[in-house]
């Protein structure tokens, strides 16, 4: 099969390593430093992973040099029939991986998906009604740095205090009140389940459009560890770097109702000409996540989460709401008198990455914060179970508790590294 199919192709040209080390090893040593930082530490970013070397090729290919503004089969630029078998490739595996009438696969990003979905559906001035960023929403639901912001009315709901959960009565008492036309939901760090069944219900006694942002879920619900959005949702947004584990990038699920207003948004109104290598390896990425090997990766990266949460609690890391039903956890450093910026550090220290977060009702400024956002992707990815996250708990406490010394914490993240090494040598 293998070999057919390349005695029938063209040989594949690039990407050739030694070709740009010659060529400009500045910028050569850049890509072999950040492999080296890769291997050699613990990536704990929620909303990072490791893209496989089949996403890595269609990324390097000459895929990059093709104009295709509009979409398969009409487009605005001649040459296109070849990119059109990627798109349509990524756009039918979407659509199949996610149960949804339809997909589009262009935006550049998350933040160029939600763009869109704001232009599908709203007018400037519209109101929006969206998690609260300190309650862990995304810049794009409202914050006034952001474009969602600036041109839009926006009310916000947040976490009890209490439980830390979606406050359920507010965001119903707030819908009521302000009436927006779109209720978005989906987060950046909030570590549990949203009932989209309580938001569908939400929007339809208002008469709003529900958007789910599952930029960092996503990869969960294609791998059925989490219920899909797509049955509630009018828009779905989501990334395809994050749990999908494909390309950095974005995309659109819709109902048939709004294909071409969501198309129409994505091009011409917010996007020039797609990236057809990013496309192809989304198409790639997509195709990864509907083998029966991904489903037990998302099913492990929930289950990995959930330990890590345990053991940190056990060793006086509080998990915010008590855990975590996902890939992240946000954990509130109070109760050990450290703050999460100085947290950061110490362990990046260690040779842990992973990025201070604000916690609800958080008394710290964003760039101190009380808390660490987590995230059990990479890790995964890199084979890492159960009993590697007790050790990882058991590391990151030391780590923060202990500045002055790291040297056996370094030691033991590098028996983890050597053990479960993010791209292995001889894949
Ligand atoms: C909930 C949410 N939406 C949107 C985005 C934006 O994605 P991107 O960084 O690809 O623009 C993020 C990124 O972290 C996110 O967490």
Redesign the pocket.
């Known amino acids: 099969m293998r070999a057919d199919f390349m005695n029938k192709s063209e040989p594949f040209y690039g990407p050739d390593f030694s070709q740009l080390a010659r060529e400009d090893p500045e910028v050569a040593q850049v890509l072999l430093d950040e492999l080296t930082r890769l291997r050699g530490g613990l990536q704990l970013i929620a909303?990072e992973n490791l893209a496989s070397p089949a996403v890595l090729a269609a990324l390097g290919s000459t895929l990059t040099d093709k104009y295709a503004e509009g979409y398969p089969g009409r487009r605005y630029y001649g040459g296109c029939e070849v990119v059109d078998r990627a798109e349509q490739l990524a756009i039918d595996r979407a659509k199949a991986l996610f149960k949804a009438d339809h997909a589009n696969v262009q935006p550049?990003?998350?933040?160029?998906?939600?763009l869109a979905a704001y232009a599908a559906l709203l007018q400037p001035g519209d109101t929006v009604l969206a998690m609260a960023l300190r309650h862990g929403?995304?810049?794009?639901?409202g914050s006034p740095v952001n474009f969602s912001g600036r041109w839009f009315d926006v009310a916000s709901y947040g976490v009890r205090r209490d439980t830390e959960l979606i406050d359920y009565d507010e965001v119903r008492e707030l819908a009521l009140r302000h009436r927006p036309k779109m209720i978005i939901c989906?987060?950046?760090?909030y570590p549990r389940l949203i009932d989209y069944s309580v938001f569908r219900g939400i929007a339809d006694e208002i008469g709003a459009w529900l958007l789910v942002?599952?930029?960092?879920t996503i990869g969960l619900m294609a791998g059925e560890a989490i219920p899909s959005a797509v049955p509630y949702a009018d828009v779905v947004?989501f990334?395809t770097?994050?749990t999908l584990r494909g390309p950095?990038?974005?995309g659109l699920l819709c109902t048939a109702e709004l294909a071409q207003r969501v198309d129409r948004a994505v091009f011409p109104f917010t996007q020039g000409g797609p990236l057809m290598h990013v496309i192809a390896a989304k198409a790639v990425a997509f195709g990864e996540a509907m083998r029966p090997i991904f489903r037990r990766y998302a099913a492990s990266v929930v289950e990995n989460a959930a330990a890590l949460c345990e053991a940190l609690a056990a060793e006086g890391m509080r998990p915010v709401s008590g855990g975590t039903d996902t890939h992240l956890a946000l954990i509130d450093l109070r109760g050990v008198g450290v703050t999460g910026a100085e947290a950061e550090r110490r362990c990046a220290a260690a040779g842990i990455t992973l990025n201070r977060n604000v916690i609800p009702y958080d008394p710290e400024p964003p760039t101190v914060t009380s808390g660490v956002r987590i995230g059990t992707a990479c890790v995964t990815t890199q084979g890492m179970g159960v009993g590697e996250m007790k050790e990882i708990a058991s590391l990151m406490t030391y780590a923060v508790h202990n500045p002055g010394a790291i040297t056996s914490v370094l030691q033991r993240v590098k028996g983890l590294t050597v053990t479960h090494p993010a791209y292995p040598r001889d894949e």
């Open positions: 909303s550049h990003s998350g933040a160029s998906a939600n929403g995304h810049l794009t639901h989906g987060a950046t760090s942002d599952a930029a960092h947004t990334t770097h994050k950095r990038g974005g």
